[in-house]
């Protein structure tokens, strides 16, 4: 075997077709990334590296938004773990594109100032490649009306495809509003949802992507702050472990407990109440019973 067939052997191992990577990011209109842009992810390793504000951590949450449930989603969490001081982000500050606070002296306090600051929408897609088949192309999109920063005024929708179509492809159905319906009806992507905790959304990204637990896109997130995983003992109980079934039958036994300790204090208590009535109606009878007097 020659020196050139080895690497080429060597090459193909390490690119492990048939297994499922990352190969594109796109972002529109996310945290200070105005517009559009892209990066194409090594298929052998790829390292995000810049100076402090130069977008590493909004890339990471990008990926976040689209892989963790929203209710999971901890954005700049290598921040959060370091104890840093920039912990606020959000969802309405990456839609709005947040870049800096200023004192509203009349308001005593400080506010953010923001890229995008009427109507705007934003969007993430992440492309994962196989080396086989078509490709899995998840997408998040928001969109949010006039200067509201409420997160209840955002509007968002989640769908996947089997293309290559970046999220141009794909804008109109964000950037006048959320449109799901039109956007069924002219592409039939594998899957929308649009409110909730798009179940439906992240049940059929794990069957496609072969992620067989709920808990490893939350281990992913986790991982990707680097900075604290806490004990190994911890780290194996809430992402690795499935939880025994045991754990449920000694919530329920102390649940069934609890609710007999209840009946069992209320039974008590109306015994004592009872007890208290009839000392009171003797005393009562024995207050109104006639008295003989006798005189000598």
């Known amino acids: 075997m020659t020196l050139l067939e080895m690497d080429l052997r060597e090459e193909d191992r390490l690119v492990h077709a048939g297994q499922w990577r990352l190969s594109h990011v796109e972002v529109i209109n996310w ?7 892209s990066v194409e992810v090594g298929r052998r390793g790829h390292l995000f590296t810049g100076p402090s504000g130069s977008g590493k951590s909004s890339l990471l949450d990008a990926i976040a938004a689209v892989l963790t449930p929203k209710g999971s989603v901890t954005f700049n969490a290598a921040a959060q773990e370091s104890g840093a001081r920039d912990t606020d982000r959000n969802w309405v500050s990456y839609i709005r594109g947040a870049w800096s606070k200023e004192a509203d002296e009349q308001e005593n306090r400080t506010q953010s100032r923001y890229l995008r600051t009427s109507t705007t929408w934003s969007a993430i897609l992440l492309r994962f490649e196989n080396k086989r088949d078509a490709p ?8 949010l009306r006039g200067s509201s920063t409420d997160l209840g005024d955002v509007r968002e929708m989640n769908f996947i495809t089997r293309d290559d179509h970046g999220l141009a492809h794909y804008a109109a159905y964000a950037q006048n509003g959320i449109d799901a319906r039109k956007l069924q009806a002219d592409h039939d992507p594998v899957v929308v949802t649009t409110t909730g905790k798009h179940s439906g959304y992240f049940q059929r990204l794990q069957r496609l992507l072969g992620i067989r637990s709920d808990t490893a896109l939350q281990l992913l997130h986790k991982t990707q702050a680097a900075k604290n995983l806490g004990t190994l003992d911890t780290l194996f109980r809430r992402f690795m472990l499935d939880e025994p079934a045991t754990f449920k039958r000694a919530e329920s036994a102390v649940e069934q407990f609890s609710e007999l300790r209840d009946a069992y204090n209320h039974v008590v208590d109306l015994r004592g109440q009872r007890d208290v009535l009839v000392r009171v109606a003797q005393a009562a009878d024995a207050y109104e019973s006639p008295r003989v007097s006798w005189r000598v």
């Open 136 to 143: 899995i192309s998840l997408f998040k999109m928001f969109h």
């Open 31 to 37: 945290g200070t990334f105005d517009g559009a842009h």
